[in-house]
């Protein structure tokens, strides 16, 4: 029989349906969690077996045993079993062991930083370094911009809204005319290059300041020999005044001057060698990463699979409470996570519960309503994250499967891996060994 098909007519592809993969799955966990079940239910029913029985069940064990091993190509393709998978729902505890309430601890004072940006004195200090005219004017600009380019294909949306230029707006002239990067500062007699000599304690001026810890430096120079001192400021208003440091002070700082413009900031706190900030857009209706460093705006997965770096907790503190974001910054925990064993998740999700809770208890029956809804919207964008992970890695099993979970993480001018950042700013050491302690001044 011949073929009436044309030669050069491909037949057509079968489009890839994730709904209808997911449900097959699903019923296929069901069904066998429901032979398992069936299976102990029928066991339990028959009691002790006799010692004829014995003999009979040794024998049916060790034929399953031979299947089993005729079996075993075959089993690679099936499901993990579905206790593996299951996911049973977390009940908040308080810390039990040393470890854990250390832990605690030390996430009850981080919380605290971010509940000082609501100083009206502070604010006001921090609006009088600001130019206002100009960031509003750039912030108009590129508002109408985005509205043009939304309405010349169609939207009536922008991507952006005006709060969120302004936002924009303010983190392109922090990073490039207000805050300077410190690694080692310079001699203030001679300006030479200084030389790390360690830590010496703190004057009384610089602990009312903030100061927790002071990093002392020599100048390289023989003839001068001056030393200087680097205090570690946590008081936004010193960082105001400095105006340099490092990522701990660069965030503290510009989340400082993003609540004085009216911006919901969250200060987040990284287990390993970084803080950065967040904003909430009320355009989009999500918390928008940021980080002043970089100028990086809305890029969360430039750490873990831009730089290749690897984390374990990533905790963000706000006014309003605090809440583990680490799924949005570690999409592949197999690939870029740490082990996160410094509490149970139970005992995590509790000291968040507690921080919500002490934050939220001066607010109205209205006010706490909304930030419960914004907590439930943020929990399933976290999840989605989670989603298009395993869509991701399920693209590499199956060859049909196309993964479109996002565009491409974009790299810093610059510094486009993990040793060119790391070498910047002098922590070659922690790559090696990364020390997971929370410290609540910046790194």
């Not at 029989?1 to 994730?18: L, Y």
């Not at 939207?155 to 005319?177: E, H, M, P, S």
């Not at 965030?251 to 900031?265: D, Q, Y």
């Amino acid at each position: 029989m011949s073929d009436n098909t044309p030669p050069n007519q491909q037949q057509p592809i079968r489009e890839f349906n994730a709904v209808d993969l997911t449900k097959q799955f699903e019923q296929m966990l069901r069904t066998r969690r429901l032979n398992q079940l069936s299976a102990t239910l029928s066991r339990s029913r028959s009691g002790s077996p006799t010692p004829s029985s014995r003999s009979s069940s040794q024998q049916s064990l060790s034929s399953h045993q031979s299947s089993r091993t005729s079996n075993s190509s075959h089993s690679s393709l099936l499901p993990p079993s579905y206790s593996s998978l299951r996911h049973l729902p977390k009940i908040p505890s308080p810390p039990q062991d040393p470890v854990s309430r250390r832990f605690c601890n030390n996430l009850l004072t981080l919380s605290v930083g971010p509940t000082k940006y609501e100083n009206p004195g502070l604010l006001d200090e921090a609006l009088s370094v600001i130019p206002l005219e100009r960031i509003y004017g750039e912030a108009e600009d590129e508002s109408q911009v985005l509205q043009a380019e939304a309405a010349s294909i169609g939207q009536t949306k922008a991507r952006w809204g005006y709060q969120d230029c302004v936002i924009r707006a303010l983190l392109r002239w922090f990073k490039r005319n207000f805050f300077n990067f410190v690694n080692n500062p310079p001699c203030s007699m001679c300006l030479a290059p200084t030389i790390t000599l360690g830590l010496t304690l703190p004057n009384p001026d610089e602990v009312a300041r903030g100061a927790l810890r002071v990093e002392l430096y020599q100048c390289s120079l023989g003839e001068c020999g001056n030393y200087e001192r680097f205090p570690r400021y946590g008081d936004v208003w010193a960082l105001l005044q400095t105006r340099r440091g490092r990522t701990g002070e660069w965030a503290n700082c510009f989340s400082m001057l993003c609540r004085a413009v009216g911006g919901r900031v969250r200060c987040v706190w990284n287990a390993e060698d970084h803080t950065w900030t967040e904003i909430y857009s009320e355009h989009q209706k999500r918390w928008i990463h940021v980080d002043a460093c970089e100028e990086s705006w809305d890029n969360p997965r430039l750490y873990t699979e831009g730089w290749g770096k690897k984390m374990s907790y990533c905790i963000a503190f706000s006014n309003e409470g605090a809440t583990d974001v680490t799924r949005r910054y570690v999409r592949n925990a197999t690939a870029h996570g740490y082990d996160r064993n410094s509490c149970p998740e139970e005992v995590l999700l509790w000291i968040i519960n507690e921080i919500r809770q002490m934050r939220r208890n001066n607010l109205t029956k209205q006010e706490r309503s909304r930030l419960i809804a914004e907590d439930l919207r943020e929990e399933r964008e976290l999840r989605g994250y989670v989603v298009a992970a395993l869509t991701a890695e399920m693209g590499k099993i199956l060859p049909s499967v196309t993964s479109t979970s996002g565009q491409q993480p974009k790299l810093p001018a610059g510094l486009s891996d993990a040793a060119a950042w790391q070498e910047a700013r002098g922590e070659n050491d922690s790559a090696d060994a990364p020390d997971r302690s929370p410290r609540r001044e910046g790194r």
